[in-house]
């Protein structure tokens, strides 16, 4: 790799080359990249759904518990 870049400006080798790259992929990057947020968010989403549940249900088991009609 080093002989390929070796003669070039370092322009190319830091400016050029990575442009080219973006451009090239980047529709794959923002591919990616959205599929990676959006699972995130939706195990945010569950974690918040589950730990909700695990609240709801402590609250009302807590209460239930000290009454002697159940």
């Known amino acids: 790799?080093?002989?390929?870049f070796g003669g070039l400006p370092w322009w190319v080798k830091w400016v050029a080359v990575p442009v080219i790259a973006l451009v090239v992929f980047g529709g794959l990057i923002?591919?990616?990249?959205?599929?990676?947020?959006g699972l995130?968010?939706?195990a945010l989403v569950f974690v918040a759904l589950v730990g909700g549940l695990?609240?709801?249900v402590r609250k009302f088991t807590a209460g239930s518990s000290s009454r002697s009609d159940w």
């Open 30 to 37: 923002t591919a990616v990249l959205t599929v990676v947020i």
């Open 54 to 56: 695990i609240y709801v």
């Open 40 to 42: 995130l968010f939706k």
């Open 1 to 4: 790799m080093r002989e390929i």
